[in-house]
């Protein structure tokens, strides 16, 4: 019987690899609910949709719009979803200098004893959201978790993180009102400023879930005075999906990433890109390849038996 040369259980190796990325990811839905506001005379937040995505239950949250209700207004959503869907959440920024909106989890929305538990969520999974937009400004997103010890009655405050989409991470040539722009961000990486009890104003990463939540705005979406812009965003979630990926090494295939261009270096093999959902997105004979068209995240490039990852900013 014939031993396995080498190059043979490179190849299974890599196979095994790349299979570790794109199964058993865990896919935990924070809010990803089509439509847009009801006529007016319908109680708040009327919604009216027509899709509507998992989420963690469809009855204990409620939008919130600051500052009392006047920094957005709703407007029909044009186009289709993230994923294909005729609906999502589309607002129009209003001339109050900031605008801003949060999720909002407790005794408001009806249930007064109304929780959500993401114990189970780790500093390695990942926040993944998508967002069209044509505000020029920055746009943070943030997320609460709980108390840093829950077990400490005398701790009050909630552990945070933010994330802001800057023309750097999210470039002026991609807001153009009709593209999606997918994020993967992970949670490891979501810091907020404490700058009043820090003399340098030190990012911290902060961010735990170590408790069930309530009574809290657990995600928000915020950003300055850019009156009249448009804002949407759809599939919003929390996923473990991208650890795998996180966790693929470099199989001796040299990759370039410079902007919108991937070189792969010293291959002779067809070149093949996987999304974090295990799909192929670019195929190709080249070994200089445009990305331009891939949304802001974490990918595999494969060629022959050789892989590695890059994130696209």
């Known amino acids: 019987m014939k031993r396995f040369t080498r190059k043979a259980s490179m190849l299974v190796v890599a196979m095994l690899i ?22 007016a005379g319908v109680a708040a937040p009327g919604w009216g949709a027509d899709w509507v ?19 957005l207004a709703g407007t029909p959503a ?21 605008w801003g909106g ?10 007064p004893t109304a929780t959500m538990d993401l114990t189970d969520v780790t500093s390695a999974w990942y926040l993944h959201f998508a967002i069209r937009t044509d505000c020029a400004l920055d746009i943070s997103v943030s997320l609460t978790g709980s108390t840093t010890d829950p077990n400490d009655p005398f701790i009050i405050d909630k ?10 991470n999210l470039p002026l040539a991609k807001r153009d009102k009709t593209t999606w722009t997918e ?24 961010l735990v879930y170590l408790a069930p939540l309530s009574r809290v705005n ?28 996180d966790q693929v090494k470099a199989d001796n295939l040299e990759i370039i990433v410079a902007g919108n261009r991937l070189t792969v270096n010293n291959n002779t093999n067809p070149v093949e890109v996987y999304s974090v959902s295990g799909a192929r997105v670019i195929s190709s004979k080249l ?23 890059f994130n696209k900013l």
């Open 159 to 168: 552990s945070a993180g933010k994330f802001v989409m800057t023309t750097t």
């Open 18 to 39: 790349l299979g570790s990325v794109f199964v058993h990811a865990e896919k935990r839905y924070v809010f990803a609910l089509g439509g847009f506001p009801n006529v």
């Open 78 to 98: 044009v186009g289709t979803g993230s994923l294909g869907q005729t609906g999502y959440i589309a607002f129009i920024v209003q001339p109050v200098g900031w």
């Open 183 to 206: 994020f993967n961000v992970k949670l490891s990486d979501l810091a907020i400023s404490y700058a009043a009890s820090d003399a340098g104003g030190a990012a911290h990463p902060m």
């Open 287 to 309: 070994n200089d390849i445009d990305i331009s068209s891939l949304a802001t995240g974490i990918y595999v490039v494969k060629a022959g038996n050789r892989v590695n990852k």
């Open 218 to 245: 657990y995600l928000a979406f915020s950003g300055g005075n850019d009156t009249g812009s448009f804002v949407a965003w759809d599939n919003v979630y929390l996923t473990s999906g991208a650890t795998a990926i």
């Open 53 to 71: 995505d998992y989420r963690l239950n469809d009855v204990d949250r409620v939008f919130y719009i600051w500052s009392t209700g006047n920094t």
């Open 102 to 111: 949060g999720y909002y989890l407790g005794p408001d929305s009806g249930n």
